[in-house]
């Protein structure tokens, strides 16, 4: 079974309109961790935020925030104003078991593409 | 400090040709991944290393396959007798496991694009 499933193989969106990319995972592990990165077409993965499976509130670092609904097991990804720079691949990932836990699993990717 | 760094960028072998890969991971990290991404997929775990210990392998680590960290830095991954569906970009990220031990967020470096013809 998918333990990482992002349903938007591709997206469109206005330059500075919000965009969510949605995420959902599976787990049984009460200990995990979710994270997103960005991949731009030069190819080197950038980590954009974290969230930890027992944090209360959602993360958010600058533009960037996720929406974390642990009972619905969904972590999307909320880019906000978005610019013409946010065009790439996103992948949503998730690591099981707490930090001292290792591999990361990647979902499939949604590629972005922001419109002038 | 600059980061993750991959050597190098781009690979292009014959089939049955070994192949190595260097990887240098950002300075104060204990933590080091081996990954590899297929076109149009997420990337996938192959190895990883914590210091100079290996510790956990894929089942996608052939037999054809193997990596090192001899000193607890750098990292090289091999690849003996090349195929085509080795053909891929291999990632390599580096992470810190502090005694907090609280995110251990993993930073990729730029990857090596390996093409088997």
């Known amino acids: 079974a998918q333990k990482i499933t992002q349903t938007q193989p591709g997206m469109f969106v206005q330059e500075k309109e919000a965009v969510t990319l949605d995420c959902t995972y599976d787990?049984?592990?009460?200990?995990?961790?979710l994270f997103w990165y960005k991949q731009p077409s030069s190819g080197e993965m950038i980590f954009l935020i974290y969230?930890?499976?027992?944090?209360?509130q959602n993360a958010t670092e600058g533009r960037y925030s996720l929406n974390f609904q642990k009972a619905r097991k969904s972590a999307n990804l909320v880019i906000s104003a978005s610019q013409l720079g946010d065009s790439a691949m996103y992948f949503c990932?998730?690591?099981?078991?707490?930090?001292?836990?290792?591999?990361?699993?990647f979902g499939s990717g949604t590629r972005l593409s922001i419109r002038p | 400090d600059t980061g993750v760094s991959q050597n190098p960028r781009h690979k292009i072998t014959k089939r049955g040709q070994n192949v190595t890969f260097r990887c240098d991971p950002i300075s104060e990290h204990n933590r080091l991944y081996w990954y590899r991404q297929t076109l149009g997929q997420g990337p996938e775990f192959l190895t990883y290393f914590q210091n100079e210990a290996q510790l956990e392998k894929s089942r996608l680590l052939s037999d054809r396959f193997s990596a090192e960290r001899p000193k607890g830095s750098f990292s090289t991954l091999e690849i003996q007798r090349t195929e085509q569906g080795d053909s891929a970009m291999y990632l390599c990220a580096s992470s810190l496991l502090d005694s907090g031990g609280i995110t251990d967020t993993q930073y990729f470096g730029p990857g090596t694009r390996l093409t088997v013809l």
């Open positions: 990932a998730m690591r099981e078991g707490g930090s001292s836990a290792s591999k990361i699993i």
């Open positions: 787990t049984s592990d009460p200990s995990y961790g």
């Open positions: 969230q930890g499976s027992y944090d209360q």
